[in-house]
C-alpha cells in the first residue's frame, strides 16, 4: 500500500487535472481500436512515447517497451502462421515467411498494443495515487471500488519490485548463476524457490494491507469525509474539451473511412 507508481517529471501532464487526465486515457484507448491509418496508430504511439522522454527522461521512457518487449517478440513470431495465401513479401525456398497482410496485421497489433502501453503507463507515471482515487470517485466510482483499483496499481509493482529482489538475492547465493554455467534445466529449477518466495512474502503482506485498508475506513457504514480536494488549474472544463480535442483530432486527420 505503500509503493507510489508516481515519477516526478516535467511537462504539461503534471499540471493537468487527474479528472482531464482520466478522459483523455480513455478516449484514446478507444481511439486506437477505430478504423485509423497505420500512420495514425503509430502516431498515437510516437506522440506518447515523445511525452513519457519529456516527462521523465529517455532511459525511464523506455521501461514500458523493455516491459512488453517478450510479447512484441512472440507477435513477430507468429508471422509466418498467419495470411500465409495473400501476397508474398519474404520466402525461403518453397517456405512462405511472410506475406503483405501478415505484415500489416502484425503493424496494427503492435502499434495498438504500444499505443494503449504508453497512454495508460503515462497516466499512472504523472498522477499521485491519491488523485487518481479521488478522479474516480468523480466520475461516480464508489469508495470501495476506487480504493481496490488504487491498490491493484500500488500492490503489482510492489510485487514485481518484491520478486526482483528475491531474484537477485537467489543469483547471489548460486555459485552456478555467478560462473556463468547456467543451463536452461537450471534456470527453471532456480525459479522455483524465487516464485515460492515471493509468493511467501505475498502473503505475508496480507496483514500490513488489512491494517492499512482499515486505516482508510474500507467497509465503514457511514458516510466517508475527505480533506483532499481536486483543483483543476485553468478550469477543469477547459482540460476536459482538450482531452476530448486531442483524440478527437487524430480521428479526424487518419481515420481511413
Known amino acids: 500500500m505503500t509503493t507510489n507508481t508516481f515519477i516526478a517529471g516535467r511537462g504539461f501532464l503534471y499540471h493537468m487535472d487527474a479528472r482531464a487526465k ?5 478516449l484514446l484507448c478507444i481511439t486506437v481500436f477505430l478504423p485509423l491509418s497505420h500512420l495514425g496508430l503509430w502516431s498515437i504511439f510516437f506522440f506518447t512515447f515523445l511525452v513519457t522522454w519529456r516527462a521523465t527522461g529517455f532511459k525511464q521512457a523506455l521501461e514500458p517497451l523493455k516491459a512488453i518487449l517478450f510479447v512484441l517478440i512472440l507477435m513477430t513470431l507468429f508471422v509466418p502462421l498467419t ?12 517456405w512462405v515467411v511472410a506475406t503483405a497482410e501478415s505484415l500489416e496485421n502484425l503493424s496494427f497489433l503492435v502499434s495498438r498494443f504500444l ?3 504508453y497512454i495508460c503507463t503515462l497516466y499512472v507515471w504523472t498522477t499521485p495515487m491519491a488523485d ?11 469508495y470501495q471500488a476506487a480504493l481496490v483499483l488504487t491498490l491493484a496499481f500500488r500492490f503489482i509493482p510492489f510485487i514485481a519490485d518484491s520478486f526482483k529482489m528475491i531474484q537477485d538475492s537467489h543469483a547471489l547465493r548460486t555459485s552456478i548463476q555467478v560462473e556463468g554455467k547456467h543451463s536452461r534445466r537450471q534456470r527453471i529449477a532456480d525459479a ?7 509468493l511467501v512474502f505475498a502473503l505475508k503482506s496480507i496483514p ?15 458516510k466517508r469525509s475527505h480533506y483532499r480536494v481536486l483543483k483543476a488549474k485553468g478550469g477543469l472544463f477547459t ?3 482538450l482531452s476530448v ?7 479526424l486527420v487518419f481515420n481511413t473511412l
Request: proline fraction near 3%; avoid cysteine; charge should be positive.
Open 22 to 26: 482520466l478522459l483523455l486515457v480513455l
Open 245 to 251: 480535442m486531442i483524440p478527437t483530432v487524430f480521428y
Open 115 to 117: 499505443g494503449i502501453t
Open 192 to 198: 522455483i524457490p524465487t516464485v515460492t518466495a515471493a
Open 208 to 222: 500490513q494491507v488489512a491494517m492499512s485498508l482499515e486505516h482508510r475506513g474500507l467497509g465503514r457504514a457511514n
Open 83 to 94: 495470411y500465409r495465401n495473400g501476397t508474398v513479401v519474404l520466402e525461403v525456398g518453397s
Open 239 to 241: 482540460q476536459l474539451l
Open 132 to 142: 487518481i482515487n479521488l478522479a474516480l470517485r468523480w466520475y461516480g466510482l464508489s
